[in-house]
């Protein structure tokens, strides 16, 4: 299994090192690869996770602030991509993405330096999970080991807690065809707004959708009795199924 660099983390639109101490973690994002900077990141099931913490000293609240606990598109060399925070469970024992990735790849490297495949001893990273319904809690790993499991104050910050990205790739505009037809799918639209529904109907101008979800100000879609009609020349990327 080959590493794969793409695009660079950018903090407060500025390119940062990848690793590094966050001081400000209001605004990050990832954009286009800069050399020297590159992420570094391995394809597991049509995943690419971040080989390691891309920053840290950042907390579960602000990552959800920033739309990366459960996903938002990021722009990375022309390319649309779904940038989120892994699946990690809710309890120790629970399937998730990252036991996943651990139990295929368990002979390959996973340790503490820069020639392994995965780092996992450079900080705890967050997961998607909160470990208690009644309290701010979420679910953390690696750090003390590539399995080890705790849960942390979703404000905690330091920097023994970093976020490790998960991409997945979007549809591009000419990419979206009748072959979504009959499928649940996430449109992205300007200003990062999105709608989802099951795709009914496509034509050279529009989708119609059976809707799950529609913003009451989004302007690119409507409603129209119980079907949605959005505007395909709205559409920066999609997500099927």
Known sequence: MKKIKLGSLLVGGYVAEP?????NCSDISIGDTVPRLELAWLKHKGLLIADKCACTNISWEELNSNGFIWGRPVRIDGRYYLCRSLSVGAGKDELNEWGDLLRTDEDAEVGKTEGDLFIWSDA???GQEQTNPNKAVYAVRG????WYFAGFNGGSKSWQLGFRPVLEHLLAPSEISERIVGRTATLYGPGETFVAGRV???DDYDLVLSPDYLPHDCEWAIQRK???IVSRSQILCAKKG
């Open 226 to 228: 119980n079907d949605m």
């Open 124 to 126: 705890y990273f967050w």
């Open 200 to 202: 009914t109907g496509i």
């Open 19 to 23: 690793g590094c101490y966050c001081g």
């Open 143 to 146: 750090f003390k080991s590539p």
